[in-house]
């Protein structure tokens, strides 16, 4: 499957932003997605993940409350809506997909997007 990760860019403090991830080559509907970020001189981070389905979904602490991922399977796309954003949320994001299951080791993850950026200025 491939995947194409889009929608970042440059919010102040407080602002919102949502990523999408479109995906094609394979019915995505069956795999799971994820999002993952990795902020300059740091080590990749899950952010949020959700079931093929769509019925569950798994947040890192440091964004619970603040974002939410959903999906479309007829558009064969993943969402992320990050409100409340904080300066310590710049990072590029990357969209990511694995066939079953959800996972916060990104090694678990065998499909990625090239990533979009998220800057926010305090």
């Known amino acids: 499957v491939q995947l ?11 602002g919102s932003l ?3 991830c479109a995906a094609s080559g394979r019915t995505f509907s069956r795999y799971t997605g994820a999002w993952f970020r990795q902020a300059p001189g740091k080590e990749r981070e899950f952010v949020s993940a959700i079931t093929s389905s769509g019925t569950s979904t798994y947040y890192a602490d440091s964004v ?18 990050m409100k409340s954003l904080k300066p310590e949320d710049t990072a590029v994001y990357y969209c990511a997909a694995r066939s079953y299951g959800l ?13 979009t950026q998220v800057t926010v200025s305090s």
């Open 4 to 14: 194409q990760a889009s929608g970042g860019g440059l919010v102040q403090a407080g």
């Open 64 to 81: 619970k409350g603040r974002f939410t991922v959903s999906r479309d399977n007829a558009k064969n796309t993943v969402y992320l809506q």
């Open 18 to 20: 949502r990523l999408s």
């Open 103 to 115: 996972n916060q080791r990104w090694d678990e993850y065998g499909y990625w997007g090239q990533g």
